[in-house]
Each structure stands twice: as structure tokens, then as C-alpha cells.
């Protein structure tokens, strides 16, 4: 979990995420809607409530909302890409309910409420974290065509499965239990799977909504991933974590927003809100 500010952020970039947001979650709630009609006392209304807890809670949503700016730089039209941030948000809020559940990082509290498995139980938090994440492949399919929804599911089965999100997510405990010989390389992959596949996974389903070509599909994840891995990097400066990797961790992230602006400026004005973001993100960092 990162913890940078948006209130840390010039006014372009907090327009942008103001604006971006309503949108981001009236598809959220549309999605979560109770198909069933049952009353939330009832198991199965009560597993509908869970999630939408998890999913419409307080929350910057960057990630969805940088699905929107890559579409605007691939050349695409932001509603187009409406379900992709959806898919996004919800496999974020999977990941978030699994991840704070006693088995893992066992967390009573997160953005100022009780965790879902506090709120509700342990039991109900893993049939919620199921639910986000297959109404995240679902919301693909409404992707305009046929082909850009095989592409995206191509894209987020790759960065959430066992290579990516969940190798971070393993990491990340193999870390935890000995943290104290760990080397900045093995960190950084630590960094790429659990933060950095979802930011790089963002940008390129916005890429594909907007119908980026190959070219274009590869910038916007090697953009994604460079910030998600620099966001972890400034997550665990905030947190006063593996300080003895700081001085690395800081030159790195320097080149990482680097990297993520030059590519954001090969799009051209299309990228501009790319490019803020990447400066935003380096300023802080």
C-alpha cells in the first residue's frame, strides 16, 4: 500500500483525479449492484455489501484513473475505457481484502475503517476478494470489441497471476519474516510484482480501450511499471523501511520518473496528463 498524497499534487493533476473519480466509481457502483435483490442480513446480500465496502470506500483511485489517461494517449475515447478502469479497481480491491486478512498481513484498520474481515468476518472476506476479482475479468468483456477484451484479459490474467502480482505478494512475506538481508535487487522485484504489474497493468489496458498498436502498448507498460515500482520505493521511505537501501532507493526512483516522462512525452499532447503525473510522482519522490 502507497502512501503519497494526492494533496501533494499540482492542481492539473488533482483536477485530473477530481474529475476522473465520479466516473470511476458510478461504474464501480453499477457493477456492485446486488443482482439479487436480497437483503444485506441475508449470507448471500451480506457477501454483495462486503464487497462493495472493499471496492467503494475511500480511495485516491490512480490506478483507474490512469487506465482513462493512457486511453486519452492512445488516441481513445475515455468512455471506452469506463470498464477496463472498473476491472482495475476491483482487482485492486481484491488484492487489498486478501492481502490485510490474518493469513497475510493480518490489519485491523485501512484508509480510517475497520478492514473488510473486521468489519464482516474472515469467511466473507475471501468470497468478497473472489467476487472483486471475477467481476474485474467480467467487466472486460465490455470492452467495444471483441478483440480488445481478449487482449485485455490476455493482460490482466499475465500481471495478477503467479509471475507478477501474486510472485510480489509471496515475496513480500518471505521479506517480512527476515527483513533484515535483503538485498535492493531482490526488493525492487518485490516492488515490480505487487505495485509496479498493477500500475503497468493500468496503462495498458488503457492502452488497448484506446486501440494503441504493439509500439504504443509496450511504452505504457514500461510508463506503469516505472511508476508503480517508484511509488513502493517512496511508500517504504514514508514507512521508515529498509532505510538501508535509502540512498539507492532514492537515485532509483529519480531515474525510474525520468524514464516514465520520456515515454509519456512520446505520445505527444495526447500524454500531457501522463507526463504531469510522472513529474508529480518524481517531485514527490
Sequence with gaps: MTTIDPKSAPADVVAWLDGSRPLIEQELARRLRNPTEIEDSDPVGRLYSAMRYSALGPGKRLRPALVLAACKAAGGR??????????????????????DLPAMDDDDERRGRPTVHIEFDEATAVLAGDGLLT????SLTDLPSAAQTAAA????????????LLAGQALDLAVESDPSDVSFEALERVHAGKTGALFAAAT??????????????????????AIGIAFQHADDRDDKQ????????????????????????????????LVAVARWIGGVC
Design 153 to 164: 484479459l490476455k493482460v490482466l490474467a499475465a500481471r495478477a497471476g503467479g509471475a507478477e
Design 204 to 225: 495498458e489496458l488503457g492502452g488497448i480501450a484506446g486501440g494503441a498498436d504493439q509500439q504504443a502498448l509496450d511504452k505504457l507498460a514500461r510508463y506503469g511499471m
Design 78 to 99: 475515455q468512455e471506452h475505457a469506463l470498464p477496463a478502469a472498473a476491472a482495475l479497481e476491483l482487482l485492486h480491491a481484491y488484492t487489498l481484502v486478501h492481502d
Design 135 to 138: 467481476a474485474a475479468f467480467g
Design 242 to 273: 529498509f532505510a538501508e537501501h535509502s540512498a539507492r532507493a532514492a537515485i532509483r526512483m529519480a531515474e525510474l520518473c525520468t524514464e516514465a516522462e520520456q515515454l509519456a512525452a512520446s505520445f505527444g499532447e495526447r500524454g500531457a496528463t
